[in-house]
């Protein structure tokens, strides 16, 4: 079970290109902090983006099984992350 998912919400264009690598890198394939950092080419900006993309929905967050005060982290696909924009949407207007 994933710690925090939420339903999906549009990325500021900068999140996107770094979503983007990590797509590229992983695809849904679980990954580390370190990994992250390593896609990114040690990005100092790494922290707050990987906090962005679980605030919005598009990265899942779990415990490393083989040491829990680390977490493994894994992408939602761009397809899945859309649907589920568009479902937020369609309530958001019947509100």
């Known amino acids: 079970m994933y710690i925090g998912i939420s339903m999906t919400e549009p990325l500021p264009k900068w999140i996107m290109r770094r979503y983007s690598l990590l797509w590229n890198a992983f695809g849904d394939k679980e ?3 370190e990994d992250a950092f390593k896609a990114w080419n040690n990005d100092s900006m790494a922290n707050v983006v ?3 993309l679980r ?3 598009w990265l899942e967050v779990d415990f490393d099984p083989g040491d829990a005060r680390k977490r493994v982290y894994r992408l939602k696909s761009p397809e899945e992350s859309v649907r589920e924009m568009k479902v937020n949407e369609a309530s958001d207007n019947h509100v």
């Open 31 to 33: 990954f580390s902090r």
């Open 50 to 52: 990987l906090s962005a």
């Open 55 to 57: 605030r919005a929905g």
